[in-house]
């Protein structure tokens, strides 16, 4: 890219100079509008754009306005300020390059010349000359999907800031790096998690159809982060808006019918095989259905600003039955709470756990043990339980959460010591406010602690949801038989190198289903595919119960066994999925 300045001759000279050959594009524009609008769109750009031409901002100059737009086949930003235009047209110049240009003008106004392959910024005495892109090779942006409603801007980007801390920051599992908006009737939830934590916040919108389906969308965290940052002094409503992607599920359906007919043009409508197809039939059928409620496209808009963003794929995590219907809560001071958390946690490495022991009127906070620096505090809280409660949790995550309430008071919401506990946010003692924020973490389960008692029922939460029948556990003799029929079954008595193995299954069944995916072909019978991957799906279960089991089980090797101590290593880190 070639840039040339000359700040030094007249400003009508330049003019002459420009004029002096018919320019594709010409028009004129305030310099801070240009300014705002080029910053907001550039913060879109790829840092490692696919293609040199996606590092560019597109310019279209038509009907009075200048259009600037910014696409990289997954997020789309545009803006479209006020222009005298002279000549409309299209250019393509450096994205990061013009907003920083304009901040060292001074000049009201900025002319903006293409001639040639050659982009003039004129600014009073100022020019800058800038290579062009070939705008021919742009990819064409995506439309901005019709149907949403309107939500308060800062409402919304408040909640997008309490959900967004807990997304997943590695894309081990790329569903997981995204925030899950649910719009049902005149509110929308947001949610996101990383397996460890997960946090949801409600807030009021307005359907464009209220009696609408309930509907979903998966967007990326890297989108959403450039919404909360683009809009964070805005004040009013945005326009958000979707449009399924049903794509694949439509094309499934049509492939498990026309197997479904061959089957029954052949055979009794009876037979196994006709049966089996049938219900493969009804099931593409209902996740095509699901598929039309699933957000493929959403955007979000304020004025002439727009964003557009492509939704992650797959389904995500079924989070509500997490929530108890009943608990305990301990109501304590945020702000106190908070700094005594940040003052103990000093002694507390990444994998060690901080204490919180609920007794009657106040908390203890503790972290470090044996030759370790260990650190306690004890502040004012009011748990209301008649046996005192004590639970472990990875003290970065329990400030983050303490940090996003915004709340004068917390609550913790216990129904045991090693479930997880909820975090919600009040502005009295009583807490018999809500504001529809709720964050949930996993306690960390340290060596030789007892499973505390289970404390007396209290009222129910606000807006919670039923727990599904999954959240009962089974027979415990039952479940010592499983364990060690698993182990059997791989030979080993060492629990270190059993959860390899229980790893090495689970690595091999997912295989399997993606090549029994990727192998069945139209004139299949897709109950074949469905029968397989039914079969590893068992598999990985059985494999993930163990895994679970064995990361809070006592090693059944000596202290030199580098595999079990592989799996106390891997305990006292994460503490445990979320069911």
């Keep these: 890219m070639t840039t040339t300045v000359d700040a030094v001759a007249p400003a009508a000279e330049q003019a002459a100079a420009i004029a002096d050959s018919p320019p594709r594009f010409n028009t004129n524009v305030d310099r801070k509008a240009l300014l705002e609008a080029g910053s907001g769109v550039s913060a879109s750009l790829p840092i490692r754009p696919a293609a040199p031409v996606l590092a560019g901002i597109l310019l279209e100059a038509a009907d009075g306005h200048l259009t600037l737009s910014a ?324 003290p970065a995550y329990l400030i983050d959460g303490l940090k996003t309430l915004g709340t004068q008071y917390v609550r913790f919401g216990f129904t045991i010591a090693s479930k997880p506990a909820v975090l919600t946010g009040h502005h009295n003692l009583t807490a018999d406010d809500y504001d529809g924020y709720r964050y949930l973490m996993m306690p960390l389960r340290t060596p030789g602690q007892d499973a505390a008692p289970e404390p007396e029922p209290a009222a129910s939460e606000h807006q919670q949801v039923p727990a599904t029948d999954a959240q009962q556990p089974t027979s415990g003799q039952q479940e010592d038989q499983q364990r060690a029929a698993f182990m059997a079954s791989v030979g080993t008595s060492c629990l270190g190198r059993a959860v390899a193995a229980a790893h090495r299954e689970q690595r091999d069944a997912r295989g399997t289903i993606a090549m029994l995916r990727a192998g069945v072909d139209a004139e299949s019978a897709d109950w074949l595919e469905e029968r397989g991957t039914q079969d590893m799906n068992e598999i990985i279960a059985e494999t993930e119960a163990f895994i679970t089991w064995a990361r809070t089980a006592p090693a059944s090797c000596g202290p030199d066994c580098a595999a079990c101590a592989a799996v106390t290593a891997e305990s006292g880190r994460e503490g445990g999925d979320l069911p």
Excluded at 115 to 128: E, K, W
Excluded at 162 to 171: L, P, T
Excluded at 317 to 332: C, E, I, K
Aim: glycine share 8%.
């Design 71 to 394: 696409w990289d086949y997954n997020h789309a930003t545009r803006d479209r300020i006020p222009a005298e235009t002279t000549t409309p047209g299209r250019v393509l110049v450096h994205g990061k390059l013009l907003p920083d240009l304009l901040k060292k003008l001074d000049a009201d106004r900025v002319a903006l010349v293409a001639d040639g392959s050659q982009l003039i910024v004129q600014a009073g005495p100022t020019r800058y000359t800038l290579q062009t892109l070939p705008v021919e090779d742009y990819p064409q942006l995506p439309a901005i999907p019709p149907g949403g409603g309107w939500v308060d801007a800062p409402a919304l980007v408040a909640a997008i800031k309490r959900v967004i801390i807990s997304a997943a920051s590695e894309d081990t599992i790329p569903m997981l790096t995204g925030i899950q908006i649910t719009g049902v009737g005149k509110t929308l939830t947001l949610a996101g998690t990383d397996r460890f934590r997960l946090a949801t916040a409600e807030v009021p919108w307005i359907p464009d159809d209220p009696d609408a389906e309930p509907w979903t969308a998966l967007l990326p965290t890297k989108l959403l982060k450039t919404v909360a940052k683009r809009w964070a002094k805005t004040v009013g409503d945005l326009r958000l808006t979707w449009q399924p992607d049903a794509s694949d599920e439509i094309a499934a359906e049509a492939k498990a019918l026309q197997v479904l007919a061959e089957l029954e043009s052949r055979m009794w409508h009876g037979h196994p095989d006709v049966v089996k197809a049938r219900e493969v039939a009804e099931q593409r059928t209902k996740l095509r259905i699901a598929a039309e409620h699933r957000a493929g496209l959403a955007g979000l808009a304020f004025g002439e600003q727009h964003t557009t963003g492509r939704c992650l794929s797959g389904e995500y995590v079924r989070y509500r039955s997490l929530f108890p219907t009943q608990n305990t809560g301990a109501v304590a001071d945020t702000k106190a709470l908070l700094a005594g958390v940040e003052r103990v946690a000093l002694v507390a490495d990444r994998t060690s756990p901080i204490r919180l022991s609920f007794d009657g009127t106040a908390v203890l906070l503790e972290a470090g043990a044996g030759d370790e620096a260990q650190s306690c505090e004890t502040v004012a809280a009011a748990w209301p339980g008649q046996t005192p409660l004590v639970a472990s949790f990875n």
